[in-house]
């Protein structure tokens, strides 16, 4: 298995651009996370998804747009890139269980500036 | 949102000496995980608990959930070089619909230099 997988690694946008980061898993998870992290400032859930179709808001959800068509894949939308969303970007999966366990699982990270 | 303390934020330590941070909680939480990061990579899971009170290993590594379900400590016994990283907490708590499973809120980290 790869696990989770993202692209771009590093990515350089102007103000008002749009992008996309990529995030897929072959674990079959049902569960996925996008977060952001900031230094010194651990890590922000900016939206999750708990199956394909569904999706919800996290702590940092402004600014982002996501959408689950397929159980693997759950992609990142930035719409007009600003300064304050230069960070780094990390995609998770996990799977439930009857115990509800969380064990989330992270993938490489993507490297985003903004200027 | 829950806010997790984690602490110290960062520690200096010369190779083969033991190691303990923690974090603490202002709301229960049913899980903790304990992941590390090395640079440029992200987070790896190294130990999860489960129930209040479980103390768990992983090599040199232990951990344990606090019996008021509101903190936890991680220890590391005997580091060496390649333990170099941020570790991060991270406790499952509960989402806007009631569900427990779904969110996890993570610490800010405490930052491992080891010394040979």
């Known amino acids: 298995n790869a696990g989770v997988t993202q692209t771009p690694k590093f990515r350089i946008l102007k103000i008002g651009q749009s992008m996309t980061l990529q995030c897929t898993q072959d674990?079959?998870?049902?569960?996925m996370y996008w977060y952001r992290q900031d230094p010194g400032m651990g890590l922000k859930l900016i939206y999750y998804s708990v199956g394909a179709g569904i999706t919800d808001k996290g702590e940092v959800p402004n600014g982002y747009n996501v959408s689950r068509s397929t159980t693997e894949d759950f992609p990142l939308r930035l719409e007009l890139a600003a300064p304050s969303q230069t960070s780094v970007y990390f995609c998770a999966s996990s799977y439930s269980s009857q115990r509800g366990y969380n064990e989330q699982f992270f993938g490489p990270g993507t490297r985003l500036t903004v200027l | 949102g829950q806010q997790l303390n984690q602490s110290p934020q960062s520690m200096f330590i010369q190779e083969g000496e033991d190691v303990s941070m923690n974090c603490t909680s202002s709301s229960i939480f049913n899980t903790w995980l304990w992941y590390k990061q090395d640079p440029g990579e992200g987070p790896v899971l190294l130990i999860a608990l489960y129930k209040a009170g479980e103390l768990t290993s992983n090599g040199r590594l232990t951990a344990q959930f606090g019996i008021t379900r509101k903190d936890s400590f991680l220890n590391i016994s005997a580091s060496i070089p390649s333990d170099v990283g941020i570790y991060f907490c991270?406790?499952?708590?509960?989402?806007?619909?009631?569900?427990?499973?779904?969110?996890?809120?993570f610490g800010r980290g405490t930052q491992l230099t080891v010394w040979p």
């Open positions: 991270a406790g499952q708590g509960v989402d806007g619909r009631g569900s427990t499973l779904g969110r996890l809120y």
């Open positions: 674990m079959n998870h049902n569960y």
